[in-house]
């Protein structure tokens, strides 16, 4: 009976952290769909455009370059624009989202 209510206790331990988790991404997913995939595409950008594919990038890589825009403290109108507008924690879901992808 001990090892039926501690694997319950634990399951419904972990259950909200997977919650919060694939909210992120789902979040990440609506943010990068409306701010970023019109250069970036979603899993690639369109043939001939200049911006970089952001699918499957290092996730830590993604949040300190889109903190550093927000910040202009990295340099380009566009992405200093573009990220102006994004919370720490848009920033984290989009990363997230991005990372997860496969390029």
Known sequence: MKVIAFSALLILNLMPVQMVN??????????????????HGIKTPSADAPFPSLAG??????KTALK?????????????AMAGSLSDDDISNVATYYARLKP
């Open 57 to 62: 990038r290092d996730a830590e890589y993604l």
């Open 68 to 80: 550093q825009y927000r910040d202009k403290t990295r340099k380009s109108e566009i992405m200093n």
């Open 22 to 39: 694939a909210a992120s991404i789902y979040a990440g997913q609506a943010k990068a769909a409306t701010v970023c995939s019109q250069c």
